[in-house]
């Protein structure tokens, strides 16, 4: 096991400090051997109660120590008045105590040589100094190099290794491939409750993170065999830079993760702030992150699971596209709708798997995917199960899904049941069930499939979005390893730039920009015009927005003309002006960079002009990116189209503008830390060229 290193920077609300000690690692924490209950107690559902009856019921081997004065002995086992009276140093004490007693208690174990601590209560309140109660703990904790647990929290329960530590009830447990981290306790205990015969080897609620943090036992968990998914609910990130490298080493071992942000609402963020007491962060930051690292963002706890289950099978697409088998007309109409809102693509299969199709089906029935393989003429059990095997033999398809609804009134031995077994024994493809209605969805029969290993996705939406998960893992995984830069590093300044100091940056990195001159006068515009050759833009460099003050001209085409525009906007908006060489209309395209707090540079790139911010059609990234991620960001915007040509127009130069997109990409990583943000509005994008027509940056040292 690698120790992992525990170390929380400031939470940016609360008031504790960067640069704590690093602690040991966390195997005392989440697989001790030896626990002590501070607190333990023989009131029905209390906290200490249920703490030791699940350590107990739990199967937890080593020792355990009820720690109570007012106890001899709880449930059979020797109780001590006080941490210090242990008969040795344990590994892990567990503070079921009230928030007042948290202080001394942890003192006391903390002298008496535990290694770890877990804290159920809300560590609200402060000592009669002022210091907030949760800062008193978390510098105890660092002192001694002890990890913390909580508080506000609910605990753990490490599946697989037999430790449940946790002071409210949750039910028994099958070990398995799934590991979640939640800063809610209330979805913790709801996922745990899950119907679906989901198999966890560690469960955290994480609570306030006092000093062991998300990535800790994200970084934790990866090290074990078991772990096939991690999921993660998530409001904060209170250590960036080592979130980001455990998201890097469960993309280096190869394991999905599925995360559920909250905190993208004005409201949702100041309730992050009050509960978790750390800023949630902006969502287009996250987007990029998660991106950068192939995290896959679900939208609810159903879509989390769905996601979930599908991954824990272990079997991953070979292809992105999905094949489709149903009883149902309708509901395959409602599955192309679907695939079409949430983009899961739907191939065309092969002549040779039509033929095969047009065998098994009833006259009439369409032979192309998805299937409605509902009919009268044959087994039923047989026509799926065929239907379902041509689709998985076609190379196009990468999962095969039977989407049914799989309500009480079938057997469990029914043709349903059966068919989809059947083909999942035939394939190494991903097969599951799809369920249309999750409240009908019979817990016998998805008994019987999940305990063969095929998924139950509970839900048309949720369950494709799932789907459209897993056929991101196999593209992600496919574009193999970054390429080299196209530009080399250069030291980028870290004050304010002006219009032509900006666009002289982008030329150095190979982005192509107008010839330009500042002017102040307008027989200097005259002269730079000449130089430049007309026709000519002028522009004011005196506004940032220039079209919002009437600041720009477009196609000036003698000096005559060049003459009447600069006197007119000298007199109104001031003296410098820009004259630039004209760019002939295209697509407009917007470049941005900013320097988020936490995360460092976060790019964007999207609609551009005048409709910038109407639009809203961008996508984030974290720099640097290569080509193949540049078209991957350009795919998913909805302009995307017009890149191909419309009505009959030309193409545009898509490799250029994947070009450009990839050289600012790496300008924005060299400028870390040195400048705050960068707009480049607009790019115009035509059929055989792509220019940076404006921009300006804002430096860090301002």
Not at 89 to 102: E, S, Y
Not at 373 to 388: H, I
Not at 409 to 432: F, N, W
Request: charged fraction near 20%; include cysteine.
């Amino acid at each position: 096991m690698t120790p992992s290193p525990v170390n929380d920077p400031a939470s940016p609300v609360g008031g504790i400090q960067e640069g704590s000690p690093p602690l040991v690692n966390l195997h005392p924490l989440l697989n001790p051997a030896s626990v002590s209950v501070v607190g333990a107690s023989e009131r029905p559902g209390s906290v200490g109660d249920l703490t030791l009856r699940q350590l107990i019921s739990g199967g937890f081997s080593g020792p355990i120590y009820p720690v109570n004065p007012g106890y001899t002995e709880l449930h059979g086992i020797a109780s001590f008045p006080s941490s210090s009276d242990l008969p040795s140093p344990v590994d892990l004490t567990v503070l079921a105590v009230a928030n007042h007693l948290l202080e001394s208690e942890m003192e006391k174990a903390i002298a008496s040589g535990t290694r770890a601590v877990t804290i159920f209560a809300s560590c609200h309140g402060a000592a009669s100094d002022g210091t907030p109660l949760r800062s008193r703990l978390k510098n105890l904790a660092d002192a001694a190099g002890v990890p913390v647990c909580g508080g506000n929290g609910m605990g753990f329960l490490n599946v697989e290794d037999s430790v449940r530590v946790c002071g409210f009830y949750q039910p028994p447990l099958m070990p398995g491939g799934v590991a979640f981290i939640s800063h809610s306790g209330s979805l913790f205990s709801a996922v745990l409750h899950n119907r679906r015969r989901m198999g966890f080897n560690l469960v955290v609620s994480s609570g306030l993170e006092i000093n062991t943090t998300m990535d800790h036992y994200l970084d934790w968990v990866l090290d074990k065999a078991s772990t096939r998914v991690v999921a993660l609910f998530l409001e904060t990130v209170r250590n960036p830079d080592r979130f980001r490298a455990a998201l890097s080493k469960a993309e280096a071992v190869g394991v999905p993760v599925v995360a559920l942000k909250v905190g993208t609402s004005p409201g949702a963020q100041a309730a992050v702030a009050t509960h978790s007491e750390a800023l949630a962060g902006e969502t287009p930051t996250f987007d990029a992150v998660f991106a950068a690292h192939g995290v896959h963002k679900v939208l609810s706890p159903d879509e989390l699971l769905d996601t979930v289950e599908l991954f824990a099978a272990g079997r991953r697409a070979t292809a992105a596209g999905l094949g489709a088998v149903h009883d149902s007309g309708g509901e395959r109409a409602l599955l192309f709708d679907t695939a079409h809102r949430v983009g899961v693509p739907l191939p065309t299969v092969a002549a040779e798997t039509s033929s095969k199709l047009q065998q098994i089906l009833d006259p009439g029935l369409e032979p192309a995917n998805p299937v409605d393989a509902w009919g009268t003429g044959r087994n039923a059990e047989d026509v799926f199960a065929e239907s379902l095997k041509a689709l998985a033999n076609d190379p196009s398809i990468g999962a095969v899904a039977f989407t049914v609804d799989l309500t009480p009134e079938e057997k469990p031995d029914d043709a349903y049941s059966s068919a989809a077994l059947t083909v999942h024994a035939a394939t190494e493809k991903p097969v599951m069930l799809i369920a249309n209605l999750s409240s009908a969805v019979d817990p016998v029969q998805s008994d019987v499939l999940r305990s063969s290993g095929i998924p139950v996705l509970e839900g048309t939406e949720t369950a494709l979005r799932a789907v459209g998960h897993l056929f991101d893992h196999y593209r992600r995984a496919a574009l193999g390893p970054n390429p080299p830069r196209l530009s080399r590093p250069r030291d980028v300044p870290s004050t304010d730039l002006d219009e032509s100091e900006s666009l002289e940056l982008l030329e150095q990195y190979g982005v192509h920009t107008p010839r330009s001159q500042l002017v102040e006068t307008v027989d200097g515009a005259v002269v730079a015009a000449r130089t430049i050759g007309y026709p000519v833009v002028v522009k004011t460099a005196e506004f940032a927005h220039k079209s919002d003050v009437g600041g720009v001209v477009l196609n000036v085409k003698d000096e005559a003309g060049l003459r009447a525009v600069v006197t007119d906007i000298q007199i109104r908006l001031g003296d410098k002006v820009v004259v630039a060489s004209y760019v002939p209309d295209g697509l407009e395209i917007a470049l941005g960079m900013y320097t988020d707090a936490q995360f460092g540079p976060i790019c964007t790139v999207g609609a551009g002009g005048t409709l910038v911010e109407i639009l809203d059609d961008h996508s984030s990234f974290v720099p640097p990116i290569g080509p193949q991620a540049a078209h991957g960001l350009l795919d998913r915007l909805r302009l995307r189209p017009i890149l191909d040509g419309v009505r009959g127009g030309a193409p545009l130069d898509i490799e250029g503008l994947v070009n450009i997109v990839v050289r600012f990409s790496e300008l924005a990583a060299d400028s870390d830390g040195r400048l705050a943000s960068i707009d480049v509005n607009p790019i115009i994008v035509g059929p055989t060229s792509v220019v940076a027509v404006d921009a300006l940056a804002k430096g860090c040292d301002d």
